[in-house]
Structure formats: C-alpha cells, structure tokens
T-cell receptor
Framework: AQKITQTQPGMFVQEKEAVTLDCTYDTSDQSYGLFWYKQPSSGEMIFLIYQGSYDEQNATEGRYSLNFQKARKSANLVISASQLGDSAMYFCATLTNRDDKIIFGKGTRLHILP | DTGVSQDPRHKITKRGQNVTFRCDPISEHNRLYWYRQTLGQGPEFLTYFQNEAQLEKSRLLSDRFSAERPKGSFSTLEIQRTEQGDSAMYLC??????????????FGEGSRLTVL
C-alpha cells in the first residue's frame, strides 16, 4: 500500500524567501504519480503540481517545482519567492496505476511572514 | 460549469440521527471521489465511482456509511446513526478518467459535519 510522510507539521518563512516542503513516499509499484495540493483557510483543495514516476525532469508550474529524487523516494515541493497568499496547508499525495485512489499525507502548515 | 458543488456546507446533528450529503461534480467528469478530513489531518479516502459504478470502498467506511451515484452524475453520501467520531469535513472531488493519472482532482468546498 502507498504511504506519504510529511515530517514538518508547520513552517514559518519570511516573505520573498524560497521554501521547501518535505515529502517522502512509500510504494512498491513501479508506475506512480506524486502530487501537491494546497488548502487555504477557506478549505478548498487546489491542485498545484504533478510528477510521474517515469518523468526524467522535475516538474515545474510557475513558482512551484517538485524536487523528485526517486532513489530516496522523496518529492519535495519548492516554492520560490514566497508570497503572503502562499500561507496554507500543503498536502503531498500519491497514486499508482494499480490503485486509482489518491492517498494524502498529513500536511504541512506554511506561514508566510511579512 | 462552476466546479464541484456540495450541499449542505454545514450540518449539525444529534448523535443517532441520519445525515445525507450531496455532491454535484463537474459535468463531463466520470470519476467521483469522497474523502473525509478531520482537523489537522490530510483527506482520507472513503470511496469512489466511475460513472454509476462504485469501484472501491475504504475499510474506514463502516456499514453505517453508504454512497450512491445512481445516474452517474451527482452522488450522495449517507451516514446512519451518526456518532461523535463522524464529525469531520466530507470532501467530494471529481476528475476525468485520464485526469486521475495527473492528480488533477477538482474538489468541492466540503460539507462540515458536527455531531453533538
């Protein structure tokens, strides 16, 4: 079964600094996907970025990039030039081709300080 | 289409009562998921549908929980004989079948249940 571990319950970062949110995963499948979602205080879940296990390059979407290290089974999210609006919960998640449900980690609460 | 909608947004009920939540997915999405989220935790998978077929149900779901998607469009999640431990946010999400592999689930705003 897949498992996601996010070891940082909370982080405080100064505005405009880059931030890395950690995520490690555990799966025995060869084909899988890794994702990050953002959940602001309003409660909605917002899809940020996706990385396939066979993708050779790290995924990027605007200020978001995913630092994918397959051998270490890590999929850290990097947010460049953080903004106050980045304050939210961030969830790492995974899905395998064998199993169509997305499994989420417990999340990291990010606070951006002015 | 304005996205995934859930109703009601908030429900307060007494222990032992039945509650039902409704989810209207994005119209062209054939996959629909239910998740439960408690405070400070990530969403936990409950069940999902492809069209009207319920393809998987989590072991977290006791017999008091039932979900339907009768015409492959909207879905309902019913909880019978509610318990205080059922208090949570119930999230619905939808996706195109191919969208599942890119992780692009579109979530509703959730239905918050409080059981007194």
């Amino acid at each position: 079964a897949q498992k996601i571990t996010q070891t940082q319950p909370g982080m405080f970062v100064q505005e405009k600094e880059a931030v890395t949110l950690d995520c490690t995963y555990d799966t025995s499948d060869q084909s899988y996907g890794l994702f990050w979602y953002k959940q602001p205080s309003s409660g909605e879940m917002i899809f940020l970025i996706y990385q396939g296990s066979y993708d050779e390059q790290n995924a990027t979407e605007g200020r978001y990039s995913l630092n994918f290290q397959k051998a270490r089974k890590s999929a850290n999210l990097v947010i460049s030039a953080s903004q106050l609006g980045d304050s939210a919960m961030y969830f790492c998640a995974t899905l395998t081709n064998r199993d169509d449900k997305i499994i989420f980690g417990k999340g990291t609460r990010l606070h951006i300080l002015p | 289409d304005t996205g995934v909608s859930q109703d009601p947004r908030h429900k307060i009920t007494k222990r032992g009562q039945n509650v039902t939540f409704r989810c209207d997915p994005i119209s062209e999405h054939n996959r629909l998921y239910w998740y439960r989220q408690t405070l400070g935790q990530g969403p936990e998978f409950l069940t999902y549908f492809q069209n009207e077929a319920q393809l998987e149900k989590s072991r977290l779901l006791s017999d008091r929980f039932s979900a339907e998607r009768p015409k492959g469009s909207f879905s309902t999640l019913e909880i019978q004989r509610t318990e205080q431990g059922d208090s949570a946010m119930y999230l619905c999400a939808s996706s195109e079948e191919s969208g599942t592999n890119t992780g692009e689930l579109f979530f509703g705003e959730g239905s918050r249940l409080t059981v007194l």
